[in-house]
């Protein structure tokens, strides 16, 4: 049992380091900013400018976009560019044929996207987190781009001049007399319009609107299961104390 065990920690730990070798990274832990309105209100905007022009996110309609603070107006005004309508769901302006032809495949839909990547390394909204801030160039790619969260992405970097171009920086470790490299960290090549630290800050906000529009009532819900919760411990103390009051005589 124990050389079973040995076996599996160290086939674990060979695919953790081919994994390395290969380019694959620890997710980064996403902030926390669902109940951020300005946060949520900056993301969204930054998903329908960057974002909806290839993918949709037919599940969630403009007006919905109320419940983070927005009004109907502000909603026409600063998020609506053609002929869509409040009602409206959000759906990529870009046909499916042409998309094929340019990216290999069709952009899946995003709306619920930060619960369905969620894995072995974190939460969707980590993946995602990771994934817009680990893009780098790469001539040998067919869109110029490549990304450490997603090797071999088909996926250009939308993003890119807000965040300038990047090449990771690796080093060499040996481990039992086999080299491989390690992903050290970020090497800036030319800088975009905003700085490192406010470009995490947008992902930031843009993956707190992915995950609140995953699930628009996650908050709701919380805040109603703390209710839940605090009821069940009141009823649990009046229960407890009726049941030593009836049995009290019973010998």
Same mark, same amino acid.
């Given at each position: 049992?124990?050389?079973?065990?040995?076996?599996?920690?160290?086939?674990?730990?060979?695919?953790?380091?081919?994994?390395?070798?290969?380019?694959?990274?620890?997710?980064? &832990? /996403?902030? $926390?900013?669902?109940?951020?309105?300005?946060?949520?209100?900056? *993301?969204?905007?930054?998903?329908? $400018?960057?974002?909806?022009?290839?993918?949709?996110?037919?599940?969630?309609?403009?007006?919905?976009?109320?419940?983070?603070?927005?009004?109907?107006?502000?909603?026409?005004?600063?998020?609506?560019?053609?002929?869509?309508?409040?009602?409206?769901?959000? &759906?990529?302006?870009?046909?499916?044929?042409?998309?094929?032809?340019?990216?290999?495949? %069709?952009?899946?839909?995003?709306?619920?996207?930060?619960?369905?990547?969620?894995?072995?390394?974190?939460? *969707?909204?980590?993946?995602?987190?990771?994934?817009?801030?680990?893009?780098?160039?790469?001539?040998?790619?067919?869109?110029? =781009?490549?990304?450490?969260?997603?090797?071999?992405? *088909?996926?250009?970097?939308?993003?890119?001049?807000?965040?300038?171009?990047?090449?990771?920086?690796?080093?060499?470790?040996?481990?039992?007399?086999?080299?491989?490299? %390690?992903?050290?960290?970020?090497?800036?090549?030319?800088?975009?319009?905003?700085?490192?630290?406010?470009?995490?800050?947008?992902? *930031?906000?843009?993956?707190?609107?992915?995950? =609140?529009?995953?699930?628009?009532?996650?908050?709701?819900?919380?805040?109603?299961?703390?209710?839940?919760?605090?009821?069940?411990?009141?009823?649990? %103390?009046?229960?407890?104390?009726?049941? /030593?009051?009836?049995?009290?005589?019973?010998?």
């Amino acid at each position: 049992m124990k050389k079973l065990i040995l076996t599996l920690v160290t086939a674990l730990g060979m695919a953790v380091g081919a994994q390395a070798a290969e380019g694959g990274i620890a997710w980064d &832990k /996403a902030p $926390n900013r669902t109940n951020d309105l300005a946060a949520l209100q900056h *993301g969204a905007k930054l998903f329908v $400018n960057y974002c909806l022009n290839c993918h949709s996110a037919a599940f969630m309609r403009y007006n919905r976009l109320q419940d983070i603070g927005l009004t109907e107006q502000q909603i026409k005004d600063n998020l609506l560019f053609t002929t869509e309508k409040v009602g409206d769901t959000m &759906k990529a302006n870009i046909e499916p044929r042409e998309a094929k032809e340019w990216f290999g495949g %069709v952009p899946p839909d995003l709306t619920l996207v930060a619960r369905s990547r969620a894995g072995h390394g974190g939460t *969707g909204a980590d993946y995602l987190y990771t994934y817009l801030r680990t893009y780098y160039r790469d001539d040998t790619k067919a869109t110029g =781009w490549n990304n450490l969260a997603y090797p071999s992405v *088909g996926m250009p970097h939308v993003l890119w001049e807000l965040q300038g171009e990047r090449r990771p920086v690796y080093e060499k470790v040996s481990h039992g007399g086999h080299e491989s490299e %390690v992903f050290k960290g970020w090497e800036q090549v030319k800088p975009g319009t905003l700085t490192p630290k406010q470009y995490d800050e947008a992902i *930031g906000d843009l993956v707190a609107y992915m995950q =609140w529009m995953a699930e628009p009532a996650q908050n709701t819900r919380v805040r109603l299961g703390v209710w839940v919760m605090l009821f069940l411990s009141v009823l649990l %103390v009046l229960v407890w104390r009726l049941n /030593a009051a009836y049995w009290k005589d019973v010998k």
